[in-house]
């Protein structure tokens, strides 16, 4: 009978069920907007502390929003249109429990904006933005704006040079599968619809004269948004134009919940005040009965983001995008079936240990193939000291893991209590898969391998600790917060297959941190062709600062003709268009880097060359020595890495430290024997 209506009963029908609904949800919403409060109570809130946020945005270094004093003031606005009495304390208090004796009827309240963060997309394309709770470190928890994120999202990524350029393949995956998500087919339109949410977490802590109670409030709002960019590459600049709309809506609904809630939990803990129920310190609610603080949360609602006008730019040639549309749509069960390829569950590790006489045998079969491991004698080396200890953990700090890899699941860390190993800090989640393929080349060129491939340490432990997107993007949160994370699981040495010319405040800070705990930081020189000692690319460069820095270059090696010698060159490719990065005073030594056979993601393996291949051969050296003697400290294993790459390499002069290149491992008797004689 609704169709029936006119236009204007319609309208009118529309409107009173909505107000209706509205009633509802505002009753439930706001429980003690009809209490009664005492005149002779004062609620006396402490000044709350600013936060801020740091988002993508067009300008160059992204844009700041700070939260705290207009938290406080609207927190105060609505407590006084709820004739409730109240008044800022004066600033730079102690904490609750050291403060002096609070006056009668009085309720003394702490709110801190304990989280703040942003969202946005899904699996393997998903990035974080600001801080979770509990998480936070100088670079990323929004107190002091000194501490910027030095790697912000640009147009084009290019912080790490060419080392995530090779997307690795997502042209038939990552990208692709957004397009199944479309509510309308646009044809042809290079669309992605894309969700987002936003995090608005505060602490709360309520104190009278006869206890103390703490609280914690989470309100969250999410959406879509459509993201007008290429599929096959970096979003760019309608990126971050769609970043920033969808961020300023969904931050601004979630901080008015969070308002709306805060003062709700102020104004029945005023209630409990006035009626005596505030005896005992407790946690999580007005009732002394809870041991632990549970978040209380809060939904803000969804809301799609429409961008008409970018959407129509790209309907030219309507014909020919409706005949790529078509061909699309008859490959869309091939592409859904891709897209779940990429940040996938872990399944658990396959049964069995690498053992001597395998590692062995995969190596001695195919001296091609291996010529690295025959180049170090390592089979002669396994032989005499094993291939690694369980117990030696490296971490692999990098764009994630195949940690469903035949040829790297049996060697990975695992706590015994999360479902999966590793961590992912640039989506905040425990699934630090490699949606790229870079950081499964290191790691398995540092542990690892069954039956096709091989690692230097195949006995070792591997942690995979997911920094990079995709494409090459991160944080200096996301940085800091991964070592701490590496260095927090027992990990002895982090092997960072990368390069950028950014002389980050957050590696250095991170790098002292892995000092004081003797951990051992291997670098890559990186692949732009560069001179360190005048074009520093870091963390490398830090080996010059600090002695448990090692920076490596990648070498490979060419035959001399008429001769069965071959020679140690530094690695370039054959396009000559990259190129190992060198430096006489910078880079400590050479490592295999070219050639070398690694594992890939989805179960793949192929040929690789780069400085992060030549870095993670030097992590797993390093690894081994571990093993041999675990009392060595992180500054001792630098020293005899050093002492025993050969020097003088001719075709390393004025390339490398020393001309030094890794070409044995004889070290590893010396330092078994000084480690049983306990020096």
């Not at 936003?198 to 309100?219: P, R």
Request: hydrophobic share 40%; proline share 4%.
């Amino acid at each position: 009978m609704y169709l029936f209506f006119s236009k204007a009963r319609r309208t009118r029908f529309r409107l009173g069920w909505r107000a209706i609904f509205i009633i509802i949800v505002q009753t439930y919403a706001t429980p003690v907007c009809a209490a009664t409060f005492n005149d002779d109570w004062i609620v006396e809130i402490d000044p709350i502390v600013a936060r801020y946020i740091e988002l993508p945005a067009l300008t160059q270094y992204g844009s700041v929003r700070w939260f705290g004093e207009n938290f406080q003031t609207k927190i105060i606005r609505k407590l006084i249109q709820k004739k409730i009495r109240v008044r800022v304390a004066e600033p730079n208090k102690a904490d609750v429990d050291e403060l002096p004796p609070i006056a009668k009827n009085v309720l003394r309240t702490r709110v801190e904006i304990a989280e703040l963060k942003f969202i946005v997309g899904r699996r393997g394309d998903c990035m974080q933005f600001g801080f979770a709770r509990g998480e936070g470190n100088d670079f990323n928890h929004g107190l002091d704006v000194n501490f910027r994120n030095e790697f912000p999202l640009t147009r084009e990524p290019g912080w790490f040079g060419p080392t995530f350029r090779d997307t690795g393949g997502l042209r038939t995956g990552l990208e692709i599968g957004h397009e199944i998500n479309f509510e309308v087919v646009l044809a042809g339109a290079r669309v992605k619809r894309l969700p987002y949410a936003a995090h608005f977490g505060t602490d709360l802590v309520f104190s009278t004269d006869k206890g103390v109670v703490e609280q914690a409030i989470n309100a969250r709002t999410s959406g879509f948004y459509f993201d007008v960019s290429a599929h096959f590459g970096y979003g760019g600049a309608d990126y971050l134009a769609a970043l920033t709309w969808a961020r300023t809506d969904a931050l601004l609904r979630a901080f008015d919940r969070a308002v709306d809630a805060t003062v709700n939990a102020i104004a029945q803990n005023l209630l409990a005040a006035q009626q005596g129920t505030i005896k005992e310190k407790t946690v999580a609610g007005i009732v002394p009965s809870s041991s632990t603080k549970t978040p209380i949360s809060i939904d803000a609602g969804s809301r799609d983001i429409k961008m008409s006008q970018p959407v129509a730019k790209y309907r030219d040639g309507f014909w020919r995008k409706l005949w790529l549309s078509i061909k699309g749509t008859a490959t869309l069960p091939y592409r859904i079936w891709r897209y779940y390829q990429y940040d996938q569950d872990y399944r658990g590790a396959d049964s069995g240990r690498i053992e001597l006489k395998r590692a062995s045998s995969v190596v001695l079969k195919d001296r091609n193939r291996f010529w690295a491991h025959h180049r170090l004698r390592l089979p002669e080396a396994w032989a005499r000291h094993g291939v690694g200890d369980r117990r030696v953990i490296v971490a692999v700090l990098d764009s994630g893991m195949d940690y469903n890899h035949s040829e790297l699941n049996r060697t990975l860390y695992w706590d015994g209590l999360r479902e999966s190993a590793g961590w992912d800090f640039i989506s905040g989640d425990a699934r630090a898969f490699d949606d790229h393929a870079h950081g499964t080349e290191v790691a398995s060129i540092v542990g690892g391998g069954w039956s096709k491939s091989m690692g230097v340490a195949p006995g070792v432990t591997l942690l995979p600790v997911k920094v990079f997107s995709p494409y090459g993007q991160t944080s200096s949160g996301s940085i800091v917060a991964a070592f701490e994370y590496a260095i927090a699981s027992g990990a002895r040495i982090i092997v960072c297959g990368w390069a950028t010319p950014v002389r980050s405040a957050a590696l250095r800070s991170a790098i002292e941190v892995a000092k004081a705990a003797g951990v051992l930081v291997v670098a890559a020189a990186g692949d732009d062709g560069t001179n360190l000692d005048d074009e520093p690319r870091y963390p490398a460069a830090y080996s010059r600062e600090f002695d448990n820095v090692v920076s490596v270059a990648a070498y490979g090696l060419r035959s001399i003709p008429k001769t069965n010698i071959s020679e140690v060159v530094l690695w370039r490719s054959k396009n000559q268009k990259i190129a190992s990065s060198y430096g006489p005073r910078t880079v400590d030594l050479a490592a295999p880097g070219e050639d070398l056979f690694v594992a890939r993601p989805r179960g793949k393996t192929r040929t690789q060359s780069h400085s992060g291949l030549a870095a993670g051969v030097v992590a797993g050296v390093a690894a081994l020595a571990t093993s041999v003697c675990p009392t060595v400290s992180a500054s001792e294993l630098k020293v005899a890495l050093l002492d025993d790459a050969s020097p003088s390499e001719p075709d390393l002069d004025w390339q490398v430290s020393g001309a030094r290149a890794l070409l044995d491992l004889r070290f590893l008797n010396r330092l078994a024997g000084a480690c049983k004689k306990g020096k």
